[in-house]
């Protein structure tokens, strides 16, 4: 039976009107930011050049695409209507009328729907995971920096033990079923996700120890909330029932945060050697300053620049990371919307049907996109500051 199609003026018309929330967000981030970027310290001065303006519109229309998912997908992610097997975009539905704007898959599944929630599950993974892998490098390349000595080689030695073995057997062997299995990825997690507790924890202890209530509102909100978190992180046990991880995922935060943690420790290092040479850390020094006070509040802040633009790249190395793996089926669910899967998932019958695969593949490049322009845009930014 050959379904009816809207043709590509049609497919391209309903695509947008799907995308309206998005099209609204995006118009309203960009009108406050350009009225306010005075005010907006690093964020504004993206705006004074078309490569941030870029940068920033992309990474942000995926966003609210994430965030809209349910409003602007017509379809469940794992909805099957048997008439749509390998339908071709723009095909509509008989027995609802609904168009199959980018067509369907071979389990009969529609694309566009499963393209706009694979955003979800890459907007959480990749920044989450980097996040994670910021505090732990960042927590351990202070000290090293700092205080150089057996505490720089112990660490770097550690570092350069992970960094030496090669990123994709790493990666393979972190999230394959076998160690799913045991308790590695939990143990990892749990030794991982307690570094963000500790660094909040100094960081308030050092700049407010001489304030006895506010120092307690503070570190008792970073208990709270940090040991909410990591109860639903590493044990799946959110009391709340709100932050839960399947096992697929936390074996992924552990291989990316594993992996990704040496190398910005090596960044945050090299920094600090840098910075702890100049004159407002000796004045810290000379005030009597602590040394945790002084790689915190003053070290690290003017290092903030490059350590911005390698989250931004170590975000879009992620991304692309989540694409390889789901291609080899090592990823999450075999049923999950994430591109990586999709575009596996659609190269089985590449020869016939082209069109399931290329939303995933186009989706995950201009995410990538996104991010490097960002990541270019604060790179010149860094250099004039």
Not at 11 to 38: E, M, N, Q, T
Not at 323 to 339: I, K, R, V
Request: a neutral charge; aromatic letters at 14%.
């Amino acid at each position: 039976m050959e379904l009816e199609t809207i043709g590509v003026f049609g497919i391209v018309l309903g695509v947008l009107a799907r995308f309206w929330p998005v099209w609204l967000a995006l118009g309203i981030i960009l009108l406050l930011s350009l009225r306010y970027k005075k005010m907006l310290g690093l964020y504004g001065h993206l705006f004074d050049s078309s490569v941030g303006v870029a940068g920033v519109m992309i990474c942000f229309f995926w966003l609210f695409t994430a965030i809209f998912s349910d409003i602007i997908a017509p379809f469940d992610p794992l909805q099957q209507i048997a008439i749509m097997k390998n339908a071709l975009p723009g095909s509509i539905d008989p027995g609802t009328g609904q168009t199959f704007l980018f067509g369907g898959d071979r389990l009969a599944r529609d694309v566009f729907s499963r393209t706009v929630y694979g955003s979800q599950i890459v907007l959480i993974i990749a920044p989450a995971a980097t996040i994670f892998a910021l505090m732990v490098g960042t927590t351990l390349g202070l000290p090293a920096g700092y205080y150089g000595g057996r505490v720089d080689s112990i660490l770097s030695f550690l570092a350069n033990l992970v960094l030496a073995f090669p990123v994709i057997l790493l990666f393979y062997l972190l999230v394959t079923p076998g160690i799913r299995e045991t308790a590695i990825p939990q143990w990892l997690a749990g030794f991982f996700f307690i570094f963000p507790i500790v660094f909040f924890a100094t960081l308030f202890y050092t700049r407010f120890s001489g304030r006895p209530r506010l120092l307690a509102v503070q570190l008792g909100l970073t208990l709270l909330i940090g040991g909410w978190v990591y109860l639903g992180l590493v044990f799946n046990a959110d009391p709340l029932g709100i932050i839960s991880i399947s096992a697929n995922q936390l074996n992924i935060f552990v291989a990316v945060v594993f992996a990704s943690a040496p190398g910005v420790f090596r960044i945050v290092r090299g920094l600090v050697m840098d910075i702890k040479t100049r004159d407002y850390v000796a004045a810290a020094q000379t005030r009597g300053e602590s040394p945790w006070y002084i790689m915190l509040w003053e070290v690290l802040p003017n290092a903030r620049g490059p350590l911005i633009v390698d989250a931004c790249l170590r975000i879009g190395y992620t991304t692309i990371l989540l694409g390889t793996l789901g291609y080899f089926g090592l990823g999450l669910a075999p049923e999950s919307p994430d591109w990586g899967t999709g575009i596996k998932e659609s190269s089985r019958l590449l020869r016939a049907y082209i069109h399931p695969a290329l939303p995933p593949v186009f989706a995950l490049m201009s995410f990538v996109l996104g991010l490097n322009l960002l990541a270019d845009a604060l790179r010149e930014q860094s250099l004039k500051d």
